[in-house]
Structures are given as structure tokens and as C-alpha cells.
């Protein structure tokens, strides 16, 4: 059974940095596709940063600088490393894979809330 539990998230000042954790079980963080999502209220879910499967990195526009998407591969782990943060991060961050087979299932974990204050 495949699940994904975030940690790290909470409140921190504009300028300031935070490292969310996402725990996985039942997957290889090493071989799936690995991405965090955000969600800020009365906004659509959006991609923040993400590992393909062919072992790449994306990242939206608005983080590509502040944030890092990195694994721990003997420890199943996915981190984001966000620095300079802006009150515009402000949201639920989402730890998020797809299966590699089909049918391609996917998972999200239940969110870790950051809030960036002004």
C-alpha cells in the first residue's frame, strides 16, 4: 500500500525558509515520479517542483531560484527546500507520485499547511 506523509510545514516570516518532508512507503522515491504540489485558498491545485521519471527536475516559474526538490533514496524521502520566502507561497503543500506501470495509479499525501507572513 502506497503512502506518503508530509512534515515540516508551519509559520514562517517573509524572507525566511522552511524544508517540507514527504515519507513514502510502498514506492521507491529513487524510481517514481516524485513532485510537490501546492494549493493556496479559492486557487486551483499547482505543480511547485518535480522529478520525472527520466530523473529530471521541474519547477514553476514563480520558485525556480528559492525552492529545491532533492531525495534520500536509502531513506525514501522527498524534501523541498524553500528559502526566500514570500507571503504569495502562502498554502497547503501536497506530496504527490505516479506509478511507472499501468494502470498508473496515483497518491497524494494528506498536505502540510505553510504560511508566509508579511
Known amino acids: 500500500q502506497v503512502q506518503l506523509v508530509e512534515s515540516g510545514g508551519g509559520l514562517v516570516q517573509a524572507g525566511g525558509s522552511l524544508r517540507l518532508s514527504c515519507a513514502a512507503s510502498?514506492?521507491?522515491?529513487?524510481?517514481?515520479?516524485m513532485a510537490w504540489y501546492r494549493q493556496a485558498p479559492g486557487k486551483q491545485r499547482e505543480l511547485v517542483a518535480a522529478?520525472?521519471?527520466?530523473?529530471?527536475?521541474n519547477y514553476a516559474d514563480s520558485v525556480k531560484g528559492r525552492f529545491t526538490i532533492s531525495r534520500d533514496n536509502a531513506g525514501n524521502t522527498v524534501y523541498l527546500q524553500m528559502s526566500s520566502l514570500k507571503p504569495e507561497d502562502t498554502a497547503v503543500y501536497y506530496c504527490?507520485?505516479?506509478?511507472?506501470?499501468?494502470?498508473?495509479?496515483?497518491?497524494w499525501g494528506q498536505g502540510t499547511q505553510v504560511t508566509v507572513s508579511s
Open positions: 522529478f520525472t521519471r527520466y530523473r529530471s527536475t
Open positions: 510502498g514506492i521507491n522515491v529513487g524510481i517514481n515520479s
Open positions: 504527490y507520485t505516479k506509478m511507472n506501470v499501468y494502470p498508473y495509479n496515483e497518491y
